[in-house]
């Protein structure tokens, strides 16, 4: 079965960091650029960032820029991001997408930023 | 960045109805549009992309159209399945950017 399989989520305080990981499983990694979309509690969709199928492109949503940071390891056939200096703002569900036209997703990791 | 807007924010339709759904764009974006739906507690899933391209396995009451600025999503005949929230997203200039969701509900 084809799918990716979000993990690392949960509760942090305000200022501190959490690396969430995207398992893809049933196909390769490696063709596609990858996404991580994320949506807080009752709202819509927010895009956050992208990166090129070798890793050399990487592209990120304003809120973010400077804080967080995607990269992917191919041979692991995994997607990650790490996220620094978090806020409450950040609270969301994180969602992990193969491509850019986002065919396939995965079922989320919530990250809640809470003293 | 680019700003999406869609019409209306919340629908109520009964089963067979046809349904339309607009997405405006706050400037050109060619076709590069996607279509995305979302059930409570769920991943959004994919049905169409470059605007009117449907994606394998969604069935074929749903279409889209567009170009520009402008977007349609048609659902031909409502099923009971298809009361969801609807997204749509450029993907044309970053960041990529999210309408602000569609609620389509049972009347």
């Known amino acids: 079965e084809v799918r990716l399989v979000e993990s690392g989520g949960g509760l942090v305080q305000p200022g501190g960091s959490l690396r969430l990981s995207c398992a893809a499983s049933?196909?390769?990694?490696?063709?596609?650029?990858m996404t991580w979309v994320r949506q807080a509690p009752g709202k819509g969709l927010e895009w956050v960032a992208n990166?090129?199928?070798?890793?050399?492109?990487?592209y990120y949503v304003d809120s973010v820029k400077g804080r967080f940071t995607i990269s992917r390891d191919n041979a692991k056939n995994s997607l990650y991001l790490q996220m620094n200096s978090l806020r409450a703002e950040d609270t969301a569900v994180y969602y992990c997408?193969?491509?850019?036209?986002?065919?396939?997703w995965g079922q989320g990791t919530l990250v809640t930023v809470s003293s | 960045d680019i700003q999406m807007t869609q019409s209306p924010s919340s629908l109520s339709a009964s089963v067979g109805d046809r349904v339309t759904i607009t997405c405006r764009a706050s400037q050109g974006i060619s076709n590069f549009l996607a279509w995305f739906q979302q059930k409570p507690g769920k991943a959004p899933k994919s049905l169409i992309y470059a605007a009117s391209s449907l994606q394998s396995g969604v069935p074929s009451r749903f279409s889209g159209s567009g170009s520009g600025t402008d977007f349609i999503l048609t659902i031909s005949s409502l099923q009971p399945e298809d009361f969801a929230t609807y997204y749509c997203?450029?993907?044309?200039?970053?960041?990529?950017?999210f309408g602000q969701g569609t609620k389509l509900e049972i009347k």
């Open positions: 990166i090129k199928q070798d890793g050399s492109e990487k």
């Open positions: 997203q450029q993907y044309s200039d970053y960041p990529y950017t």
């Open positions: 049933g196909f390769t990694l490696s063709p596609y650029w």
């Open positions: 997408a193969r491509g850019i036209q986002l065919w396939l």
